[in-house]
C-alpha cells in the first residue's frame, strides 16, 4: 500500500504499531514478570487459550512465545494430568535476567530511558505537591519510614516501588500511575541491578525524604526538581554499573 | 470563595450526590448486613462464611445501566482462619463481566498492598461511621479513579471489616453534571479535603485541592446529610 505523504507530523501516525512482534511481545511481558518476582519460581501460567485471551493474540502466537521462553529455560512445559506450563526462575536468580536485558541496551538508551522515566516521576511529583491532601502526605511519609528500615535488597526494591506508586497515585492521574507502573517494570527492573547495597540505599532513602518534604511543603517546583534528579542519580549509577561490567 | 450560592441550584446538585451516594451505600448497606448475619454465630470464621456476598454484588454489576462497578466485603486482618488478609470482592472485567478480584493476600508477595492503612477501610473502623473516599487512583483494585463507599461491619461491637461499592469519577461525573450545569454560578462537589469531585468550571478540576473548605463547618444545606460531601462555590 502506498503511504501518500501528509507532512512530518503525519510519520507519527504512519509508522508501524510497535516494533516488535507480537510472540515477542508477549515472551518479553512474561520475562519481565519473571524478572520482576511477579511470576514466581513454580508458578503455574494460565494454559494456552487463556493465555491467547488474556493478550488478545491467537494461540499460535502463544505457542510460539512459550517456545522462545522454554528455549531460554524460563519456563518447563509438562504434559498429562496436572500438565501444563511452569515457571523456572533461573539458578542464579531474576538478577541474571534483569542483566541479561541490561545487556541488550546501549548506553544513550539506557540515558534515553531514564529521561522519559524522570520526565513521569517529575510531573507525578509536581502534581502531588498540588493535589495531596494531608492523609496523602501522611501516607508517602509511611512507605519513606518503610523504606529506611527495609533491610534486604528485595525488601528495599518493594519499598521504592511501592514509594513511586504513591507518588503516582497522590497526583491523582490515573493516566501517569499507568505510565510509573509499566516504567517501572521496564526500566525499575535494570535499575535495581546497580542498587540494594547500603551505600546506594542511604542515597535512595535521602532523595526519597527530598521528594516527600517538597510534597508535603505543596512546592510543585521543588518536588519536580527532587524527582527528576532521584531518577538522573540512579540512571547516573545504572550506567556507571554498566560499564564496569562491561566486558 | 466569596460567591453565593442559589438554594435552588444547591438543591439540586445535592439531591444528585445524594441519590449517586444512596444507590452505592444501599448495596454496601445489604453487603454488611449480609456479613454480619454469616458472622454472628461464628467464633471462627473462615472464607467460606463470605459466600453470602456474591449473590448480593453479581446480579448489581452485571447490570451495566446503573453506576456501581465493584464491590464487596474486606476483612479486618485477624478476622479469617484461614487468610490473614482477604478481600471478598467482585469488579467488572475488561468485558464488563463481574469477576471476583485476586490479589496477593500474603504480605511478602509482591503486589500486595497493606489496606489497614487506606482511608476507605480506616476511616470506618475508627468512627464508625460509612465514608466517601476519593476520587482517588485506586492502585490495589481497579487501578482507575474512583470513588468508594464504605461502611462498618459490627458484630456485638467489634469491627469485622468493611462492606462497600466503588464508583468510578467517570460515571459519577456523568450523574452530576446535569444538575451541575443548569447551575446560575460556579459551584463543585467537594469531599473533607476540599478535593474536587466534579464541578461546572475549567479552572477547577476533577482531583484539584480547594484550599479552606471545612465541610465539617458548613450548613447543612450545603452538605449532603452525614457524608463528608458538600457543594460549594467556587470564583
Not at chain 1, 238 to 246: K, M, P
Not at chain 2, 80 to 97: M, P, S
Not at chain 2, 193 to 209: E, K, P, Q, Y
Request: net charge negative; proline share 5%.
Amino acid at each position: 500500500m502506498a503511504v501518500p505523504f501528509y507532512g512530518r507530523a503525519s510519520a507519527a501516525v504512519f509508522s508501524p504499531l510497535e516494533t516488535m512482534s507480537r510472540s515477542e511481545l508477549v515472551v518479553r511481558r512474561l520475562t519481565d514478570a519473571i524478572a520482576l518476582g511477579l511470576l514466581p519460581d513454580a508458578e503455574q501460567l494460565p494454559g494456552e487459550v487463556d493465555l491467547a485471551g488474556i493478550f488478545g493474540v491467537s494461540t499460535v502466537t502463544v505457542r510460539e512465545a512459550l517456545s522462545v521462553l522454554r528455549s531460554e529455560g524460563l519456563i518447563e512445559t509438562r504434559r498429562g494430568r496436572g500438565g501444563g506450563s511452569f515457571v523456572r526462575t533461573p539458578e542464579d536468580g531474576i538478577g541474571h535476567l534483569a542483566r541479561r536485558r541490561l545487556d541488550r541496551f546501549s548506553l544513550g538508551e539506557l540515558r534515553d530511558l531514564g529521561d522519559v522515566y524522570a520526565a513521569i516521576c517529575g510531573a507525578s511529583a509536581a502534581l502531588a505537591a498540588r493535589r495531596s491532601s494531608t492523609d496523602d502526605v501522611d501516607r508517602l511519609q509511611r512507605v519513606a519510614d518503610a523504606l529506611e528500615h527495609a533491610a534486604t535488597p528485595d525488601a528495599r526494591r518493594r519499598a521504592d516501588a511501592q514509594f513511586h506508586i504513591e507518588v503516582a497515585a497522590s497526583a491523582q492521574s490515573p493516566r501517569l500511575y499507568h505510565e510509573e507502573v509499566s516504567l517501572q517494570a521496564e526500566f525499575g527492573t535494570l535499575l535495581w541491578l546497580a542498587f540494594g547495597d547500603d551505600d546506594s540505599h542511604a542515597q535512595m532513602v535521602r532523595s526519597c525524604r527530598a521528594v516527600v518534604a517538597a510534597i508535603a511543603d505543596h512546592d510543585p517546583r521543588a518536588a519536580r526538581e527532587a524527582a527528576e534528579q532521584r531518577v538522573a542519580d540512579s540512571t547516573a549509577r545504572l550506567i556507571d554499573y554498566q560499564l564496569s561490567e562491561a566486558r | 470563595m466569596t460567591t453565593t450560592l442559589s438554594p435552588a441550584d444547591t438543591a439540586a446538585v445535592r439531591a444528585a450526590v445524594a441519590e449517586l451516594a444512596d444507590h452505592a451505600f444501599g448495596l454496601a448497606d445489604r453487603i454488611v448486613a449480609s456479613v454480619a448475619a454469616a458472622l454472628a454465630d461464628r467464633r471462627a470464621p473462615r472464607r467460606a462464611d463470605l459466600a453470602p456476598v456474591e449473590p448480593l454484588v453479581v446480579p448489581v454489576l452485571g447490570d451495566t445501566g446503573q453506576p456501581v462497578q465493584g464491590a464487596g466485603f474486606v476483612a479486618a486482618p485477624g478476622l479469617l482462619q484461614d487468610a490473614e488478609w482477604w478481600l471478598e470482592w467482585f469488579a467488572r472485567d475488561t468485558d464488563g463481566r463481574p469477576q471476583r478480584l485476586v490479589t496477593h493476600s500474603e504480605p511478602q508477595a509482591i503486589g500486595f498492598y497493606d489496606y489497614e492503612h487506606l482511608p476507605w477501610f480506616v476511616v470506618p473502623r475508627d468512627t464508625g461511621r460509612r465514608h466517601v473516599t476519593g476520587p482517588y487512583v485506586d492502585y490495589l483494585c481497579t487501578e482507575e479513579y474512583t470513588l468508594t463507599f464504605t461502611a462498618p461491619v459490627l458484630v456485638d461491637g467489634v469491627f469485622c471489616g468493611v462492606g462497600g461499592a466503588d464508583i468510578a469519577v467517570k460515571s459519577a461525573e456523568q450523574a452530576l453534571l446535569p444538575s451541575l450545569r443548569a447551575c446560575s454560578t460556579r459551584v463543585a462537589v467537594v469531599n473533607n479535603f476540599g478535593r474536587i469531585l466534579s464541578s461546572n468550571s475549567g479552572r477547577h478540576l476533577c482531583g484539584d485541592l480547594l484550599d479552606g473548605v471545612d465541610v465539617e463547618h458548613l450548613p447543612a444545606e450545603q452538605r449532603v446529610g452525614d457524608l463528608p460531601l458538600a457543594v460549594v462555590a467556587i470564583e
